[in-house]
């Protein structure tokens, strides 16, 4: 196993922190790891030290918004359907604002994003939460659980001048007018 050490995980965290702005300034696929690499102040071997690769700094970028989705599926998968579904529509608003920088990211990547094994856990976790926001099996809700989810990420990615609370409000409405309870 690898000695970690402070300055190793400093330089981990820099090279993830400027991936993160650059994916959202200049999206995925415009940005490259020397463009990583100039960007936290060492090398493209220094990134390929921590990372085997462009979807390996995606995964690092995206995953405390995986695993934030990864609890929340852990505990819905654990209640009853009607309550599932309320916990998944409260808890899925407050993810979407926390992370709305991630969302970015995932929409530059989406059309890829299911061939990319370093994030197939957010993906699997993204369509079981498709599953409880519907509230049923019925292709038709899960339609519109769809719909539901690219609209509330859409506005958290374009929230204009609204404040994290009123985002969350909005987007708690949107969700419990167009899903049916279960």
Do not use: W
């Not at 490259?32 to 085997?52: E, M, P």
């Not at 993906?123 to 019925?138: E, H, I, Q, R």
């Amino acid at each position: 196993m690898a000695v970690t050490t402070p300055a190793r995980e400093r330089t981990r965290h820099e090279v993830v922190r400027q991936a993160m702005d650059l994916f959202q300034a200049k999206g995925y696929n415009a940005t490259s790891l020397q463009d990583i690499a100039t960007a936290a102040g060492c090398s493209k071997a220094t990134v390929l030290y921590h990372f085997n690769g462009k979807p390996a700094v995606l995964a690092a970028v995206l995953e405390p918004a995986a695993a934030d989705l990864a609890a929340l599926i852990q505990t819905v998968d654990q209640l009853p359907r009607a309550e599932a579904q309320e916990v998944a529509i409260r808890r899925f608003t407050d993810l979407a604002v926390v992370h709305r920088g991630v969302i970015d990211v995932i929409q530059d990547v989406l059309p890829v994003i299911e061939e990319m094994p370093e994030v197939a856990g957010l993906v699997a976790d993204g369509m079981k939460l498709t599953g409880y926001l519907a509230g049923s099996d019925d292709s038709l809700e899960r339609d519109l659980a769809t719909f539901a989810i690219n609209g509330l990420l859409g506005e958290c990615r374009h929230s204009g001048d609204r404040s994290d609370e009123d985002l969350r409000r909005l987007c708690d409405i949107a969700l419990r007018r167009l899903l049916k309870p279960a």
